[in-house]
């Protein structure tokens, strides 16, 4: 049915909205990657290969992958209990809770770091215990995934805390009133339910661990092969003047952007079409 004449919106402020947001799009996004883009394979694809394939380059991506095999895991572990309990069970503190979860939202990454350091350094709360113990948390791997659990835990259950309030507890308790164990409704009725929203946060996850800079600059110590991730060896190839190489591993980050991007609008065309069978 067409809408009412006075409720549409004329022609020509609906392409001034539209062109005002692609202009804002290509001045924020396509400009800036087509720039890194550009200035990394201003040598050429032989220099560009060159680069990210140096040694120090292949270590920053292993390392970040690896953090990002970590941390990813346990946030997805986290945000499905923290959800769960949050939309399906009635309990003292859930308001602190869910407030909680929005933490790394209000404080700076760099802040967050700075924190571990606190807790953990040489001259922390805890720093002569782990010494003592021949412990390594800050400078070292674990004081990476540390500080990259802790600014990516909010996103898989910030996509999951609406829509598994919204679907409610009726057929798991249904579920369960034919018999079926805890974990049995667990995999076969709530997952499914929301497997498009663990799907779209463990993906949103995934890009910020990936990404991130200020929080694992501050633990990292920017150790070259050994503690530097993806972010920070640009900032280091940066520094040096080295900017075709720094440009190359930028690039690789970029192109994880646009993988993202493209995973996110499939999964939201999948859930849309499946949203639309079910009605």
């Known amino acids: 049915m067409a809408h009412p004449r006075h409720l549409s919106e004329p022609r020509l402020l609906q392409l001034l909205l539209i062109g005002i947001a692609l202009a804002y ?11 890194v883009l550009v200035q990394a394979l201003q040598d050429g694809s032989g220099a560009w290969v060159a680069a990210v394939t140096e040694p120090d380059a292949l270590a920053a991506v292993r390392l970040t992958l690896l953090v990002a095999s970590i941390a990813v895991p ?59 113990r021949d412990i390594e948390i800050i400078f070292a791997v674990p004081g990476l995934v540390l500080a990259t659990v802790f600014v990516t835990f909010p996103f898989v259950a910030r996509q999951l805390i609406p829509l598994m309030t919204m679907q409610g507890r009726e057929e798991e308790e249904a579920a369960l ?46 150790i070259r092969g050994e503690t530097n991730t993806m972010p920070l060896q640009v900032e280091v190839l940066y520094n040096e003047y080295n900017f075709v190489a720094a440009f190359a591993v930028a690039s690789l980050l970029a192109g994880l952007a646009l993988v993202t991007l493209l995973l996110k609008s499939f999964l939201e065309w999948r859930h849309g079409d499946e949203l639309a069978a079910r009605h």
Do not use: D
């Open 25 to 35: 799009l290509g001045l924020m996004i396509f400009l800036p990657l087509g720039a």
């Open 74 to 132: 346990l946030n997805l572990v986290f945000g499905v209990a923290a959800s769960w309990a949050i939309s399906k069970y009635e309990f003292r503190g859930k308001t602190l809770l869910v407030t909680l979860i929005e933490l790394p939202f209000s404080v700076s990454p760099v802040v967050s770091g700075l924190v571990f350091v606190l807790l953990f350094g040489a001259q922390g709360w805890f720093g002569e215990w782990l010494a003592s």
């Open 177 to 222: 009133s034919l018999g079926a164990s805890g974990w049995q409704t667990f995999w076969r009725v709530t997952l499914p339910n929301i497997r498009f929203g663990v799907l779209y946060g463990v993906l949103l996850c995934n890009a910020r661990a990936m990404g991130e800079f200020g929080a694992v600059s501050v633990v990292s110590g920017h």
